[in-house]
């Protein structure tokens, strides 16, 4: 194992005094691996961002991609001071063109701006400055994007992903298209094909809609600049522009994808389009995530060999490695509070009652502290602030205000005894010592399993969705505990527990580490933790 002066002499920031000794681990392991891949689980509250960032230092040129632009604000809050460069999507940056109608640099390109001819575009400078950094953060989407349709960040040296379980799905999104109605109908001269679910005739059409699309474009483009103060116009070029964009991806398409009806459900679930998935990222995963950037470094509170699989990293290329808990399970217990309740949308409303008095229960038995309570969903939300009876204490939020909201939380005494409910705080959010001293999983994070594209992926892969919901479990858990002195309770009121856990703990899905932490049910409401 290495031997590493103080973080701050190597370069870090002065916030991390000392190194610990998983991290310690983990950057000997990183810095001695041969393979192309080095793919590391790290438990919540390691201090896994330091122990990239060094690694990257060690390395050369590097990239931290981050799963969402929260967790990039984080990670530049803390490492900008040694050089850290943050980059973003066009649409983060004001356009020169025209500032005083709040325009970005997404709008100037379909203007015509020609601010950066003049070294006066936000967007190209942020891009010039980040190219010439030795260290940038950004985000999956934006890293796929600039790849896929740009032309990307310069040479690499490292990529790090954090929280490499949501670059699955990121690069399966950046596959994804929609069709709606109404852009089928700017494509009616190209009749949809008569097997609307057979991808091969769909990707026919996309080839010969190209070509329509291109010419509206141009001739879009044309009146716009004849136009420039046209918001109509404006909005119209746009959307076009990211039409021709989907029409490309599906022409382009290879492999197994899923061809689905979308409905409209504020509209009676009338048809409104097609979408379009590929089953597996697999075979996207090097031409818009790795980039072909020669050192690649995975990491997660959950990251697991099937995560690397599903990235189509091989065996030979990838060195794994799986690290023991930080602290003390007894500090972290996680106990199934019987409701009598199974939360799923078979509830009857004296079920909705019965999950709410449960949930009101326990937080009525903690009046001094804070917590959090797992909903899953923004209708869960809405259903449980309705009836509780400790509405003063809650703090919810909807899908535009979540950070906002979350600090408010932070911010909050302990005496306070202020109660987070929401649907997203899962990978990324930290809430440690009097933040957060108990939290509820309401209810646990199960799929909807009947979409064409869980099925095809169940039907190749039978634990794909029990996968998913265990690693997305392991990330509820982790939000509280950061520090060897510090502790939490986690209660969980689904009764879906009763054999939703002896199913991922026999499948292997929760590591036997992991459920350490798992104590014995309970029919009462459990006393707060002694510490």
């Known amino acids: 194992m290495l031997t590493l002066d103080p973080p701050a002499s190597l370069g870090l920031p ?56 929260a967790l990039q604000k984080q990670a530049l809050d803390d490492f900008e001071s040694i050089g850290m460069v943050d980059m973003r999507g066009r649409g983060n940056y004001t356009c020169a063109y025209g500032r005083s109608g709040n325009v970005t640099c997404e709008d100037g390109v379909h203007l015509g701006c020609r601010a950066h001819k003049e070294g006066a575009c936000d967007y190209v400078n942020a891009l010039n400055m980040a190219k010439g950094a030795s260290l940038v953060v950004t985000n999956y989407a934006y890293w796929i994007a600039v790849n896929k349709h740009g032309e990307g960040l310069g040479d690499v040296d490292m990529l790090i992903c954090d929280e490499a379980d949501a670059a699955v799905e990121a690069v399966c999104n950046s596959m994804t298209v929609e069709l709606t109605n109404r852009e089928l109908h700017v494509l009616k001269a190209t009749p949809i094909p008569s097997q609307p ?61 899923v061809v689905d009806s979308m409905r409209d459900y504020n509209a009676n679930n009338a048809h409104s389009g097609y979408r379009f998935d590929p089953v597996w990222p697999t075979q996207y995963a090097e031409e818009l995530l790795f980039c072909n950037v020669p050192r690649v470094l995975l990491t997660s509170a959950t990251m697991s060999r099937k995560t690397c699989r599903l990235l189509g990293i091989a065996d030979a290329d990838l060195a794994y490695f799986d690290y023991p808990p930080a602290f003390d399970p007894r500090r972290s217990p996680i106990t199934w509070v019987r409701s009598g309740v ?23 038995s903690r009046p001094r502290l804070k917590g959090i309570i797992h909903c899953t969903s923004y209708a869960r939300q809405k259903d449980f602030y309705a009836m509780s009876s400790e509405k003063r204490r809650l703090i919810w939020h909807n899908s535009w205000n979540t950070q906002a909201k979350i600090e408010e939380f932070k911010q909050m005494p302990e005496e306070s005894g202020a109660v987070l409910i929401s649907p997203a705080v899962t990978a990324g959010y930290n809430f440690p010592a009097e933040q957060c001293r108990f939290q509820i999983i309401a209810k646990l994070p199960l799929l909807f399993r009947n979409s064409k594209i869980m099925k095809a992926r169940q039907a190749e892969d039978a634990d794909y969705c029990d996968y998913l919901e265990a690693q997305t479990f392991r990330q509820e858990v982790g939000r509280p505990v950061r520090a060897d002195d510090d502790w939490c309770q986690t209660l969980v ?39």
């Not at 990183?30 to 122990?51: C, F, H, I, P, W």
């Not at 939703?500 to 459990?526: E, H, N």
Request: proline share 3%; glycine share 6%; charged share 25%.
């Open 342 to 364: 199974r939360v799923d949308e078979r509830m009857t409303q004296a079920d909705v009652r019965a999950w709410v008095s449960r949930n009101d229960q326990i937080i009525r």
């Open 197 to 257: 679910a057979e991808m091969d005739a769909w990707r026919q059409w996309a080839a010969d809609a190209l070509g329509r699309i291109e010419t509206q474009l141009e001739q879009e483009t044309e009146a716009l600049k004849r136009n420039p103060g046209n918001a109509d116009m404006l909005r119209s070029l746009k959307l076009t522009r990211a039409l021709k964009q989907k029409i490309s991806t599906l022409a382009e398409s290879e492999g197994a994808w």
């Open 493 to 531: 009121t689904d009764d879906h527990w009763a054999w939703w856990y002896p199913k991922m703990q026999r499948k292997g899905l929760l590591p036997a580490s992991f459920c350490k932490q798992v104590t014995a049910p309970s029919d009462g409401i459990p006393h707060v933790l002694n510490y």
């Open 14 to 69: 002065d916030k991390f005094e000392a190194w610990r000794p998983l991290q310690i681990r983990a950057i000997t392991d990183g810095v001695a691996s041969t393979r192309r891949y080095t793919a590391q689980n790290l438990g919540t509250g390691v201090g896994k961002s330091a122990a990239n960032v060094l690694q990257a230092m060690l390395t050369g040129r590097a990239v931290y991609n981050t799963a969402t632009r």
